[in-house]
Nanobody, 125 residues
């Protein structure tokens, strides 16, 4: 019953854009810090971005700063990741996660309690 569902992934050309959505069901997302993570084949999961419960604090991995923007609409129980100027190295499965313990932005996968199933992002010409 407590679920996070990502959507918006797909195939895009280098330089293109995608907007990922993370919708919560069974709980109120506005109480939780939310993180976006990604994992490419053969690589460890890495943090991409996080946002505090209020949306007042955000953080980004160096590799995506200036290109990705995390935001949330607590009234819609949804968090977004706007991805611009996409590069082939951005290709990965992207996951959103919710922390029930932390309200501030946290950037460690071990701090998150609920995970979505992931959505595939492929950047290729």
């Amino acid at each position: 019953q407590l679920q996070l569902v990502e959507s918006g992934g797909g195939l895009v050309q280098p330089g293109g854009s995608l907007r990922l959505s993370c919708a919560a069901s069974g709980f109120t997302l506005g109480y939780d810090a939310i993180g976006w993570f990604r994992q490419a084949p053969g690589k460890e999961r890495e943090g991409v971005s996080c946002i505090s419960s209020s949306g007042g604090s955000t953080n980004y991995a160096d590799s995506v700063k200036g290109r990705f923007t995390i935001s949330r609409d607590n009234a819609k129980n949804t968090v977004y990741l706007q991805m611009n100027s996409l590069k082939p190295e951005d290709t990965a499965i992207y996951y959103c996660a919710a922390s029930k313990l932390f309200r501030l932005c946290v950037f460690n996968a071990g701090e998150y309690d609920y995970w979505g199933r992931g959505t595939q992002v492929t950047v290729s010409s």
